[in-house]
């Protein structure tokens, strides 16, 4: 989601306070962010290479993760949540691009999933994935010239269920599948009704996390990028399927064919999904859970539901209770893995699973 009219009240600022530039991490520092976003036992202390029996997501924010998966580092997103505060999440994007990260995978361009893109691929050397836009966006988010490769998937006016399909690394196959941005729709009735969920904004961590000059200005530049195409994406290795994307559109209402386009993926290990959107205030989790029904989880995981701007946004704990109930109307449906704003931002091993055969 994205909040123009908060604009108004940064405006200017952009142009005051320059963006900085993050260097290129040393091998000392790729080592301590690797342990601290991975915890110490999955890091090599001396080339930092992550384990590889195992799937380690950490939380940083909104829909932003960092993500071990069979020895490969990736990023899903790249926005470390600051502008209204500062600090709520505990870590910056010089130590994201620390993670070196082989690669960033863009759900859309958004500021709340994308603003640090450019940045961090920079530093890291990282091969970003997106659509044309996603990678457009990112190149203008940097004052020096971009060297960083784009993976194209697509463009702004690709068609809800379009689908790339490529190796990332051995053994590492991936799944891009097109689909549509949260929205309203007009109010369901009816047994497949949700109620609505309409959390109270928690502005007291304004208060608590009090925002610096630098972080109002980032997000003052940031504002206006363009949402550029919506992707979701799908990892497997031999035995771990993972899904993740940043919202959840009314696919039943606009976009059906996505729904069947994601019903002839694998059933995912763990689905990590957008639950926060536009719909909410109408049809509650509706649009959520027809993700979920059709990616057919064992485990899901929430993202986009933190305090990420919190004259809009509360703490994930208002989501606890009508995700579980959305849960529960899923037959034989998935369990819930909640994560939890601050507790569970940068909280290694929070979501590790094993990617060995299931005996
Ligand atoms: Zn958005």
Partial sequence: MAFNPIARGLSGLAERVAAPAIERPTLAQTVAA???????????????SVRADQAILT?????????ALGGTVLLLDAWVPRGVTSGYVPTTPTEVAALR???????????????????????SGAVLYGTAEHCATAR???????????????????????RYDFELA???????????????TSRHEGPDASDRVIPTPCVGDIRRYPPSL????HLARRLTDPEGGVLLYQFRTEHFTLTWHDSSGPLLDKAP?????????????????????????????????TYIEALRPKV?????????????????????????????????GPKLQMLLDPKDYVAPGRLAFSIRPHT
Wanted: a negative charge; aromatic letters at 10%; glycine letters at 10%.
């Fill in 257 to 289: 064919e996505v729904v069947d386009v994601l019903r002839t993926l694998p059933a995912s290990d763990v689905h990590v999904g957008a639950v926060q959107g536009y719909n909410q205030f109408f049809n509650g989790l509706r649009d959520p859970r």
């Fill in 300 to 332: 899901f995981v929430p993202n986009h539901h933190d305090n990420w701007l919190p004259l809009i946004t509360a703490r994930g704990e208002a989501f606890e209770t009508p995700l579980g109930t959305e849960l529960a109307r899923i037959p034989g």
């Fill in 140 to 162: 203008k988010q940097i004052s020096e010239s971009p060297e960083f490769p784009c993976e194209e998937l697509g463009s702004a006016s690709s068609l809800p269920g379009d």
């Fill in 34 to 48: 690797r342990q601290r976003f991975f915890g110490v036992d999955a890091v090599d202390p001396d080339t930092g």
């Fill in 59 to 67: 939380w940083f924010g909104c829909a932003s993760f960092a993500v």
């Fill in 214 to 217: 630098a972080d109002a200005a």
């Fill in 101 to 123: 990260p082989a690669a960033i995978f863009i759900g859309h361009g958004h500021f709340d999933h994308a603003a640090d893109a450019g940045p961090i691929a920079q530093a």
């Fill in 170 to 184: 051995e053994g590492l196959s991936v799944t891009a599948i097109r689909h549509i941005h949260s929205a309203p």
